[in-house]
């Protein structure tokens, strides 16, 4: 594998890589009720998994009206496969199940430690040196992601161990795929690349879902029709995309940081949609949050 980083220099931070950075926390974030409302009318393998196919395959014709090639290089299949098995597989697979476990507040709060992991893999691998501003800014990350979830911390007891271990490895498997992509590119137009991720890493999420799962789409509401949609074409289509451009276009750490906005965006779409609390902790959650996210972007 050809090695792209310079250790000698500083990674430059590309303002289009904010704005890719942007749009897809504001879709990922948008997500979360989404998914919240459509676990009540579909079972959740079937759910991720083919909503993602579907998405791969919009994907795929849309690279065929941009005249993209979908020829993968040989060369390019390890790491086009390692991608999709980290980033997509390993992290649905493994967020859906420790919710047996694991209330969802809990869950998403060890799943944002991400961005601890990018940046720890990120030095020895990317020679991506941690500065003072980064630092902070996931400091306060925390601190804003404790307040959103209500500040009680996580019960460690042993019947959520399964839970927790499995958030912890999806959030360093999610980590270890951002920093590879940034060292091992995947060198395969922008919307080529997305389509195949998506489509390779949902595949065996969707096929198990619909042999395991029982799926009545008698009772999917209009509303929920509509919602698929936006699963479809919001997060897969739009927010994957533009994931995949923010990461060739930034620092995998600044990447990872920026996306502790995603469950800032999600918890007041949740409260605006779904009715649920938005009281002084999630205020002050955002703010935090907010902050650490300029902070890592400037450092």
Not at 7 to 28: C, E, K, N, Y
């Amino acid at each position: 594998m050809h090695d792209s980083t310079r250790r000698d220099a500083r990674p430059r931070i590309a303002p289009a890589g904010l704005m890719f950075l942007a749009i897809t926390s504001i879709g990922w974030g948008f997500n979360w009720p989404v998914t919240k409302f459509l676990l009540g009318e579909l079972p959740p393998l079937t759910l991720r998994g083919v909503t993602g196919v579907l998405g791969a395959v919009l994907l795929a014709l849309f690279a065929v009206m941009r005249r993209q090639s979908l020829r993968v290089p040989g060369g390019v299949w390890p790491r086009l496969l390692t991608a999709a098995a980290l980033n997509v597989t390993g992290w649905m697979v493994l967020m859906g199940l420790a919710l047996l476990w694991l209330p969802a507040s809990e869950a998403a709060l060890i799943a944002y430690t991400m961005p601890v992991w990018a940046s720890i893999i990120a030095w020895p691998v990317l020679g991506e040196r941690p500065t003072v501003l980064r630092t902070l800014g996931l400091v306060l990350a925390f601190a804003g992601l404790g307040s959103i979830m209500g500040g009680n911390g996580i019960a460690a007891s042993t019947s959520k161990l399964p839970g927790i271990i499995m958030v912890l490895v999806g959030a360093f498997g999610f980590a270890l795929g951002t920093v590879l992509s940034k060292k091992y590119p995947i060198q395969l137009p922008p919307i080529t690349a997305a389509a195949w991720q998506i489509g390779i890493g949902c595949l065996p999420i969707s096929i198990v879902g619909l042999l395991i799962e029982t799926t009545d789409l008698s009772k999917v509401t209009p509303v929920g029709w509509w919602l698929l949609v936006y699963s479809v074409v919001g997060q897969f289509c739009i927010a994957y995309v533009s994931w995949f451009a923010a990461l060739a276009r930034l620092p995998a750490s600044v990447a990872a940081i920026g996306t502790m906005a995603v469950p800032v965006i999600g918890v007041v779409a949740s409260a605006v949609a779904l009715g649920e609390p938005l009281g002084a902790g999630q205020i002050a959650g955002l703010v935090f949050t907010l902050a650490a996210v300029v902070l890592a972007t400037r450092g």
